[in-house]
């Protein structure tokens, strides 16, 4: 069993910056990767950057630029840099910890933390 809580959402004006993070725990035998994601009220969930355990990032192309990835191993945790923030970046932002386990791979999310960009 794996448990993942994000944290340090919040509500900031445009232009600001937040950094919210993701820690797993639990049962995690080797992290493969780690992806926010972020979902309005009906609408699909989006994917909005990944890092893996080989270091590769990548970023949804309204992001490049402004969001940065990171993650700390040591800790399982994975953080999202958030800066020159928009409107239109108002979503619950999602953590998916995907962990190896023989050869499945298993997806693992957690709760959302709401980010709010309004003046």
């Known amino acids: 069993q794996v448990h993942v809580v994000e944290s340090g959402g919040g509500v900031v004006q445009p232009g600001g910056s937040l950094r919210p993070s993701c820690a797993a725990s639990g049962s995690i035998f080797s992290i493969k990767a780690m992806y926010w994601y972020r979902q309005a009220p009906g609408k699909e969930r989006e994917w909005v950057a990944v890092?893996?355990?080989?270091?590769?990032?990548n970023y949804l192309d309204s992001v490049k630029g402004r969001f940065t990835i990171s993650s700390d191993n040591a800790k399982n945790t994975v953080y999202l840099q958030m800066n020159s923030l928009k409107p239109e970046d108002t979503d619950v932002y999602y953590c998916n910890v995907q962990v190896l386990r023989g050869p499945v791979l298993y997806d693992n999310w957690g709760q959302g933390t709401q980010v709010t960009v309004s003046s």
């Open positions: 890092v893996t355990s080989a270091g590769y990032t």
